[in-house]
């Protein structure tokens, strides 16, 4: 079993810079694809940026060139970090972590969740 541990939200005025954790702890034998998605109530989970094990990532548009993804596998921990904060940004953030565990069997699991509040 995979448990993740989200760490980083809270509350910021705009224009103001946030740096989300998640560190992956127990059954792991390689983390292949790590994300931050994130989910304002009432609207689908949204996909923000991911990275993959060789570092190549992926941003949505509406944070490109804001939030930056990266990861450090030696800790089984991804990082966001996002600067110029909007409004608009408030959102649950969850990390996502896809890879293999120690029995070799695929694996994919969510973090619990951490809130990020933008203030205008």
């Known amino acids: 079993q995979v448990h993740l541990m989200e760490d980083g939200g809270g509350l910021v005025q705009a224009g103001g810079s946030l740096r989300l954790s998640c560190a992956a702890s127990g059954s792991i034998y390689h983390i292949n694809y790590m994300g931050w998605y ?13 990275i993959s094990r060789g570092n190549t990532t992926n941003y949505a548009d509406s944070v490109t060139g804001r939030f930056t993804v990266s990861r450090d596998n030696t800790k089984n921990t991804v990082y966001l970090q996002m600067n110029s904060l909007k409004p608009e940004d408030t959102a649950v953030y969850y990390c996502y972590v896809g890879g293999v565990d ?19």
């Open 102 to 120: 120690s029995n070799r069997i695929s694996l994919s699991s969510w973090g619990q969740g951490t809130r990020v509040t933008v203030s205008s």
């Open 38 to 50: 994130r989910q304002v109530p009432g609207e689908q989970r949204e996909l923000v940026a991911t």
